[in-house]
């Protein structure tokens, strides 16, 4: 059984900078795509980033192109999401997925197998 643990979220202010770190365990995610998504109070999930198996391949979701990084460590079974020039609008729940065998980047939260438990980041205006 695989699992997921974020870390990293927290309050910071309009134009701050957050890290977000994802930890694997009980499996290896090697070959595995890794996203993160985020969920608002009354909302659904929404694709943030996503970043296929070797890490040369990256995808993000429209709203946070050129402000947020996503990469991994395989070796250490790490995933990160590098957020700068945070707005308020990006205040939620921030999860950690993998695709399990499949290494190839996914917008869908469908297409997604392992979910950590989330961190919360909340951006103050």
């Known amino acids: 059984q695989g699992q997921l643990v974020e870390s990293g979220g927290g309050l910071v202010q309009t134009g701050g900078s957050l890290r977000l770190s994802c930890a694997g365990s009980?499996?290896?995610?090697?070959?595995?795509?890794m996203g993160w998504f985020r969920q608002a109070p009354g909302k659904e999930r929404d694709f943030v980033a996503a970043?296929?198996?070797?890490?040369?391949?990256?995808d993000y979701a429209d709203g946070v192109k050129g402000r947020f990084t996503i990469s991994r460590n395989s070796a250490k079974e790490m995933v990160y999401l590098q957020m700068n020039d945070l707005l308020p609008e990006d205040t939620a729940v921030y999860y950690c997925?993998?695709?399990?065998?499949?290494?190839?980047?996914?917008?869908?939260?469908?297409?997604?197998?392992?979910w950590g438990q989330g961190t919360q980041v909340t951006v103050s205006s």
């Open positions: 997925a993998a695709r399990g065998y499949n290494g190839d980047t996914d917008t869908s939260a469908s297409g997604y197998d392992y």
């Open positions: 009980g499996r290896t995610f090697i070959t595995s795509a």
């Open positions: 970043i296929n198996w070797s890490g040369y391949v990256t």
